[in-house]
């Protein structure tokens, strides 16, 4: 507990992470078999590489803040998320997070095919933590939000991939969560419902919510972001008004090219 | 600015201990559990002309080529298709239970990249559906019982407790067994090896008193699902209700297998991310 409400996490922080490192022991050479695995292990002779994908990060994010996080392909973004989301716990390092959190990452998950619209709306709200009276509330909302008028009631795998899409949307973004983690700005089906999905987006951001969203597109964290941190190979390089983090990232582009 | 209160706090470094945790945790997505089993029961059978009645016939179809294979064997009269049946039911919801936690832990990982979700959630739901299997197999048990003769005693009603306990043990052994898995993925082949082996070692087609001797009696005494699966027999098919020292050896198992799988698997928790 913070005594102290100057540092935080105090009380306007909604994710602080502390010293956070995600280390994965990669095998550093073939092993054959169960008994080459049980005489090296006996004799200590397995060797294993350490793969940093999150090294010592550190940062704050505070409540209503829409913070970007940007970075090359596999310096750790979505690992990040992850973290955050608590699907992986990490190596060393404290997490810290107040409020729920609804990953807006994966659409639908845990549909089923056999069943119906209404039961995979029931099904997809509890798999994202949700009750289900606070489901029964929502119900006719997400129905209609998601245009699939009467195939509610029949079965999903013979919905097309945009009513699945939307239905997936439609769930997901029914409540508005204390902490959103987005991985690209997330809008499905077609122009028209994309603009539903623009405009569910904007009201969810204008809630109170506190957004992270990932992404290596400069432009989209540019036009949507306060701030922002840059990460690359699983370290933060920076972190800071928008304006400096897309200068820093356009010049370790520009080295990569370059070296 | 307006700052705005969040309700809940998550602190990795102020944390319970993750068998707490993970019990709040549970509590906390409770209709998540209603959720899995009705989707288990409902697909599972969806595409099926008999559907849910599968669970009755699947018990009922075994008994019948057990019976008529061993029952020349086995000197039992006419109710050896109701001890069989009795025995089979129990171990049937343990086997099922324990190998589909199994499959939900290697097969479920996807989800888990996904979303947080308390991975107990979904062994607890395993072992609901199968109790709610064992008790659609109720009927066809109770009508083999009437058929041969056997009759429905008194002493049923010490069934929901013989139920309960073996669940109990059938919820921490699949909980060990998902850890392992996780770890060693070459147990999900090798399990239902152990699986057969078992049921052939456990008095279920054939009477107690056949292996009473071997080892002098401790290759029953130390088999758990011995002393469980009898505690499901006395009460169903003998119309016995278990001395004292039987209620308190089995649940002495269960309590102590759940206990063990609990702290075990929730304490491997955190590494699962990194293997599966």
Not at chain 1, 163 to 174: C, D, E, V, Y
Not at chain 2, 250 to 255: E, K, P, R
């Amino acid at each position: 507990m913070s005594k102290d409400q100057s540092l935080p996490p105090n009380q306007s922080t909604a994710v602080f992470l502390d010293g956070v490192s995600v280390i994965y022991r990669v095998p550093m050479e073939k092993i054959a078999s169960i008994k080459e695995f049980a005489i090296k292990k006996v004799m200590n002779k397995l060797k294993y590489r350490q793969f940093h994908a999150l090294n010592n990060i550190q940062v704050t994010v505070n409540k209503g803040e829409i913070f970007g996080i940007i970075g090359r392909n596999g310096a750790g973004k979505s690992t990040l998320l992850k973290v955050i989301s608590r699907v992986l716990y990490p190596t060393n390092g404290r997490v810290w997070i107040n409020g729920t959190v609804a990953p807006l990452l994966e659409l639908g998950a845990g549909f089923h095919p056999e069943l119906t619209g209404m039961e995979n709306i029931y099904l997809n709200g509890t798999l994202l933590g949700h009750s289900r009276k606070e489901i029964d509330q929502k119900r006719d909302e997400i129905i209609a939000f998601s245009e699939v008028g009467d195939f509610i009631h029949a079965p999903l795998r013979t919905y097309s991939s945009g009513m699945n899409a939307r239905l997936g949307f439609s769930i997901a973004t029914a409540w508005s969560p204390d902490i959103l983690l987005l991985d690209e700005v997330l809008s499905v089906g077609d122009t028209a419902f994309r603009e539903k999905c623009q405009k569910r987006m904007q009201e969810i951001m204008h809630s109170g919510s506190t957004i992270l969203l990932v992404s290596h597109d400069i432009d989209i964290i540019k036009s949507t972001c306060d701030r922002a941190m840059l990460l690359d190979h699983g370290q933060v390089v920076s972190v800071g008004a928008i304006e400096n983090i897309t200068a820093d990232y356009k010049n370790l582009l520009d080295k990569g090219e370059t070296g | 600015m307006n700052i705005p209160q969040y309700k809940e706090i998550y602190d990795s470094a102020n944390s319970p201990g993750p068998a707490v945790e993970e019990i709040k945790a549970v509590l906390r997505n409770k209709d998540l559990m209603a959720q899995l089993i009705k989707r288990d029961l409902v697909t599972r059978y969806k595409r099926s002309v008999l559907g849910v009645f599968w669970s009755m016939l699947n018990p009922l179809g075994t008994m019948i080529i057990l019976s008529l294979v061993f029952s020349r064997m086995f000197d039992m009269r006419g109710v050896y298709p109701a001890y069989i049946l009795t025995n089979y039911v129990a171990w049937n919801f343990f086997s099922q239970s324990t190998q589909f936690s199994l499959n939900t832990t290697l097969w479920g990982s996807d989800l888990f990249h996904k979303i947080y979700i308390p991975r107990t959630s979904f062994i607890l739901s395993t072992v609901g559906t199968g109790m709610l299997n064992l008790t659609f197999a109720l009927v066809p048990l109770f009508l083999i019982l009437l058929i041969t003769g056997v009759s429905i005693h008194l002493t049923i009603l010490f069934l929901p407790l013989a139920v309960l306990i073996l669940a109990a043990f059938a919820l921490g052994f699949s909980l060990l067994l998902s850890t392992l898995v996780v770890f060693f993925p070459d147990v999900n082949e090798f399990y239902p090896v152990l699986l057969t082996a078992w049921m052939y070692l456990t008095p279920i087609i054939y009477p107690e008193t056949m292996i009473s001797d071997v080892l002098n009696g401790w290759l029953l005494r130390l088999n758990p699902l011995y002393h469980l699966i009898k505690i499901f027999r006395l009460v169903v098919f003998e119309g016995v209700v278990p001395s004292g020292m039987e209620w308190l050896v089995a649940v002495i198992i269960a309590v102590i297998t759940l206990t063990a799988g609990w702290v075990v698997f929730t304490s491997s928790n955190k590494r699962f991310g990194y293997y599966v």
